[in-house]
């Protein structure tokens, strides 16, 4: 049934910032390959309203895609500006952060990202690979366990296990991965 899918048959003239995004994000979800046509429409809906956050973001996804990590940042850093009340863009931009080695950034923009339900588990599982790489084992911990609590990622609970074992906890270690098997 096509009615669901209100703007279909209407000119991209007449589409709103959001009926663009819309289009754009249904492009991605339903096709899983039409990124370029995504793109085009967030681009569209940023012509209709520069700091629309919602294609901001989705631009900066697409970016990380490309591997272009400066241009995801920037998109990111627009989106947020626009909303600073959103977990997707505050989580991503840490990610980009800490690819691009900005590591104290990212933690900021990680800690921000965990506020926010949809972002928790995996803004503290990226909180506890920062630790673990850093040799901060104690907050890795804090930081392994807050995500599972939110989600039974097997990542969090292995890297969890992983870091037991480097503080010699092997009790705990085999227990964390107990915990996995058990799924």
Same mark, same amino acid.
């Given at each position: 049934?096509? $009615? ?5 048959? #209407?000119?991209?003239? @007449? ?5 663009? /995004? ?7 979800? @339903?096709? #899983? @390959?039409?990124?370029?046509?995504? @793109?085009? =429409?967030?681009? %569209?809906?940023?012509?209709? +309203?520069?700091? =629309?956050?919602?294609?901001r973001t989705e631009l900066g996804i697409l970016k990380i895609n490309k591997g272009l990590w400066e241009e995801a940042e920037k998109e990111f850093a627009l989106s947020i500006r626009r909303n600073p009340e959103q977990g997707l863009a505050f989580y991503y931009r ?14 900021? +923009? ?8 949809? &972002?928790?588990?995996? *803004?503290? =599982? ?5 630790? %673990? *790489?850093?040799?901060?084992? $104690? $907050? ?9 609590? &939110? ?5 969090? #609970?292995? %890297?969890? *296990?992983?870091? /037991? #074992?480097?503080?010699?906890? /092997?009790?705990? *270690?085999?227990?964390? %991965?107990? +915990?996995?098997?058990? +799924?």
């Amino acid at each position: 049934n096509e $009615d669901w899918w209100p703007t279909r048959g #209407r000119k991209i003239e @007449e589409m709103t910032a959001e009926e663009l /995004y819309l289009a754009g994000m249904r492009e991605l979800r @339903e096709t #899983r @390959e039409r990124f370029k046509e995504a @793109e085009e =429409y967030f681009n %569209l809906a940023l012509q209709k +309203d520069p700091e =629309y956050s919602p294609a901001r973001t989705e631009l900066g996804i697409l970016k990380i895609n490309k591997g272009l990590w400066e241009e995801a940042e920037k998109e990111f850093a627009l989106s947020i500006r626009r909303n600073p009340e959103q977990g997707l863009a505050f989580y991503y931009r840490g990610l980009v952060r800490k690819m691009l080695g900005k590591t104290s950034l990212a933690i900021k +923009d990680l800690f921000e990202a965990a506020k926010y339900h949809e &972002t928790h588990a995996p *803004a503290y =599982y990226l909180l506890g690979q920062i630790a %673990l *790489a850093s040799g901060n084992l $104690d $907050d890795a911990i804090l930081y392994f366990s807050n995500a599972t609590h &939110t989600s039974h990622s097997s990542q969090a #609970r292995l %890297l969890l *296990a992983a870091t /037991y #074992r480097k503080m010699k906890q /092997y009790e705990l *270690a085999q227990a964390a %991965l107990r +915990d996995i098997l058990s +799924d």
